[in-house]
Structures are given as structure tokens and as C-alpha cells.
């Protein structure tokens, strides 16, 4: 299995990644390639620029959410196209407390990709040679094959940079000016998703000239091309074929996807395996429409940015009256933080407005100033519930900027362990109803899907 694919790497987190991934992509979009980009991590953001640069939806590789999944996961969408993977903070910055797991080093020496170091040059000359050496040489299964330098000031400073490195023997790939009318918007939560307008017109194209002037896409893709074939047991791990039995054929599950400007964090992996597993996904919009999609069999409130958008949700009464209808016709819903919130009695947003939301869940919102949750974490159900039985262990991260409080007792989703150590009981299983700030990567726990799939559209199994 021939993959033509490059890591991208950084020094550290704010090396400008992102915005290199982004031009590359669609710099090599624009010489007829098959790009598919990937993001190593979390990340539901950065990828919305890869999918703005290539066209296609990008994808998520992270070893603690797909665990073992990982390369089937990769083979299963890489197919005949050619991977630019953007990494992660800094190049062997993996989970708190191990040697890297998760890191962007790692998930390229999982995938056997040739890496390409970016460095921030802005205030550096020889000294570049010494950073660049170090991480070359960190770790012994790992070499960097290229460098593009970031940011450099000036055309003298391009030759000072040159030369120090040209005793390494690692080609520089390319040198970017600095350029202040680069830096994409951010708030929060990082970069503000392509969705809401966080790419200006003409921004890409901008990008993929720059890149193209200033990179040596000849020799990038040559070292795309080089990355060694796969081996068969990764490739075994790839052909999993999902069987659905014929019961399950006869009805597809219709699941409902709350997909607009404020629900919009989604892995379209999960979403892919979701139709391999006979179903339906039904994009609707809390904001926009009117009512409920008819005859669904479940519903997804995916994360977002609920907090940007709370009047226009709040004055969506009738949408909000048929969901509470659909909530009391037993059919389950699934919700995670921004989704998790709207579910509640109210929100209230920076400012300290505060507005009615569904109230379905009895707690109220608010958004803070410091973040309230970061990192991975293991979760484990307390009851049984329609994504599987009360014991059943899932690995998840959070990422929020927001709070609940509960006016009474309410029945948790999780207890969550961060390392082995308990950290919390997180979020609300009730009757028909899921919801946490804990994120799941459904394609690294497939069985929550098959089981959820089961209850209406007969058993799935891989």
C-alpha cells in the first residue's frame, strides 16, 4: 500500500503549523494532487482550514481517542490520496506523565511518514543549527528530512540561517518571510472555525501563492512519495469489514445532526463509521430550522460555540418546542459541551447575559473568564444507557471555557479518572438522555455506536 504522506512538525506550540499545513495543502491542491489533510490530536478546528485548502473533509489521528483504531482509521480514508498531516505543539509533546504518546513524533513513527520541522527563525541566526540538531537527534527512530524556516526577517538573515544548517545535511524545504497579514483570527478556543467566516476572501489563495514561492514543492513531494510502503499487518488492521445483519438492512438508523454555526465540532471519521453501520445522517440546525427533522431515531448535539449565538437560539421557540417534544417521545439524545449546555435551563455568556435555553437537563450554563477543562480523560459510565452497560469505560477529552450548576441531584454520565486518579463524576444519563463536556471519538469506540444502533435498527457487529 503506496501512501505518498509528510508530517509536519513544530518546535513548539504558535510556530505558525496551521497556517503552513493550510498553504501546503492548497498549494499541492493546486498542482492537480489528491491532497487529504489530518490534524495529530483533538483539534476540531485547525482541520476546518485543511477542508477550506483541499476540499474535503480532514481528519483527526489521535492515539488516546482511537487507540489501537488508529491506523485503520488513517488506511480506511487515505485511500489513493496523499496525506499532509499537521501536527501538534511541539514535535514530541505527547499526554502528561509519558514519553511522548500521542505526540506528533509519534503518530509519525506509527505511520512511517518522512517529518518536516518548522521553526520560528524570527529571532534566530546559527543558532538554528543547534535547535534543529537536537530534535533531529532526540529520539533514535525518528529523523527530520526537512526544515522550512518561519518568519524570517530579511534576505540576509535567509543566509545566515542557510548556512548554519548546511552542515546537518537535512535540505531546507523552505524559508517564509515574515508576513503580519498571515496570522489567522482567534478567540477563546483558539481559531475561529472557517465556518463562521475565520477565512477571509481570498486568504487560501493567498496562502498556497506564498507557499509556492517560497517552498520547493518539487523536493516536499519527493519526499511524500519516498515514505516506505505499509506493511501487511497494518494493512490487515485496515480491511475490518463492518457486517450489519439483514434485519438491520431493512431500516436504517436516521440520525439527526445539529450542524450550523453553533454546533459544528464533529470527527468525520465517527461520522463515516456512523453510515457503515446502516445509518443515515441527517443534518438539521438549532439555529435555522423551524422543528426537528421527522422520524429520526436519535440525535446528536455536537460542541461548538453555542455562547456566540445564545439569542437567536434562545428566540428559536419553536424549534426548541419540537425538540423537547421529541425528548418526550422517549428517542434518545446524545450531547456533548456545547450541545451538553444547550440542553440545559439557560446560558449565560461573557457578559453576563443570560438567556433560556431547551431545559431539558436542570442546570444552568455559564461561561468564565479561566478555562475550566482541559485534557484527556477516562471516563466510566455509572448506569446503564443507550451507548452501552454502567461500567463501560470510554476515553474522551474536554475543553471549555464554561461551567455547570445543577439546582438538584441529577443522575451523572461518567465518573472520569485523569491518569488513575479520580478526577469528577461529569455530566447527565437520564431516561433518553446523554450528555457531558467529555468529547468521544465514536471511530476509537465503536461498540458505542453499534450498541446505540441496536436498540432501533437491529444488531451491528465488526
Not at 418546542?321 to 450541545?339: F, M, N, Q, T, V
Not at 431539558?360 to 480523560?377: D, N, S, V
Not at 476515553?395 to 450548576?405: A, K, T
Amino acid at each position: 500500500m503506496k501512501i505518498p504522506r509528510i508530517v509536519l512538525a513544530g518546535t513548539h506550540s504558535g510556530v505558525g503549523k496551521t497556517t503552513i499545513a493550510t498553504g501546503l495543502m492548497a498549494a499541492l491542491k493546486n498542482r492537480e494532487r489528491p491532497i487529504q489533510g489530518y490534524k495529530v490530536g483533538p483539534d476540531y478546528i485547525d482541520p476546518s482550514y485543511h477542508a477550506a485548502a483541499t476540499g474535503r473533509a480532514s481528519r483527526n489521528l489521535d492515539r488516546w481517542l482511537l487507540g489501537e483504531h488508529l491506523p485503520s482509521v488513517f488506511a480506511q480514508s487515505v485511500k489513493d490520496h496523499w496525506a499532509v498531516i499537521e501536527g501538534v505543539m511541539g514535535m514530541f509533546d505527547g499526554m502528561s506523565g509519558t514519553a511522548g504518546f500521542g505526540s506528533t513524533a509519534d503518530v509519525a513513527k506509527l505511520l512511517q511518514a518522512p517529518i518536516i520541522l518548522i521553526v520560528d527563525a524570527s529571532s534566530m541566526s546559527r543558532s538554528v543549527a543547534a535547535l534543529v540538531h537536537g530534535f533531529n537527534s532526540f529520539d533514535p527512530q525518528t529523523r527530520v528530512q526537512g526544515v522550512i524556516l518561519n518568519r524570517v526577517k530579511s534576505v540576509a538573515q535567509e543566509k545566515i540561517l542557510r548556512e548554519a544548517l548546511s552542515d546537518l545535511q537535512i535540505p531546507v524545504l523552505g524559508v517564509l518571510p515574515k508576513e503580519l497579514s498571515l496570522h489567522l483570527p482567534e478567540r477563546h478556543l483558539g481559531l475561529i472555525p472557517v465556518g463562521e467566516g475565520g477565512v477571509l476572501e481570498g486568504f487560501i489563495e493567498t496562502l498556497s501563492d506564498l507557499i509556492t514561492k517560497h517552498v520547493d514543492l518539487d523536493q516536499l513531494e519527493s519526499l511524500m512519495l519516498g515514505a516506505p510502503e505499509f506493511s501487511e499487518p497494518f494493512l490487515s488492521k485496515a480491511t475490518k469489514n463492518i457486517k450489519v445483519t439483514n434485519k438491520a438492512q431493512h431500516h436504517k438508523f436516521r440520525l439527526g445532526l445539529a450542524k450550523d454555526e453553533a454546533f459544528l465540532f464533529y470527527y468525520q471519521d465517527a461520522l463515516d463509521l456512523a453510515e457503515r453501520l446502516n445509518s443515515i445522517i441527517v443534518p438539521f440546525s438549532p439555529l435555522h430550522d423551524q422543528a426537528v427533522p421527522h422520524d429520526l431515531d436519535g440525535i446528536f448535539l455536537g460542541g461548538g460555540f453555542p455562547e456566540l449565538h445564545l439569542k437567536r437560539l434562545s428566540e428559536n421557540t419553536s424549534f426548541i418546542d419540537s425538540l423537547r417534544a421529541y425528548s418526550a417521545s422517549g428517542k434518545p439524545i446524545y450531547a456533548e459541551c456545547g450541545g451538553y449546555m444547550y440542553l440545559g435551563k439557560s446560558i449565560k455568556d461573557f457578559q453576563g447575559n443570560e438567556l433560556p435555553m431547551v431545559g431539558l437537563i436542570p442546570m444552568k450554563a455559564e461561561m468564565t473568564k479561566r478555562l475550566q477543562g482541559i485534557g484527556y480523560r477516562r471516563g466510566v459510565f455509572r448506569q446503564d444507557n443507550f451507548l452501552g452497560p454502567c461500567g463501560s469505560e470510554v476515553q474522551g477529552h474536554e475543553f471549555h471555557y464554561s461551567r455547570v450548576v445543577y439546582d438538584k441531584a441529577y443522575p451523572p454520565a461518567y465518573e472520569l479518572f485523569k491518569a488513575d486518579q479520580t478526577d469528577r463524576i461529569e455530566g447527565y444519563a437520564h431516561d433518553n438522555i446523554i450528555a457531558s463536556y467529555l468529547h468521544l471519538h465514536f471511530s476509537g469506540h465503536q461498540e458505542l455506536l453499534q450498541h446505540w444502533f441496536a436498540s432501533r435498527s437491529g444488531r451491528t457487529e465488526l
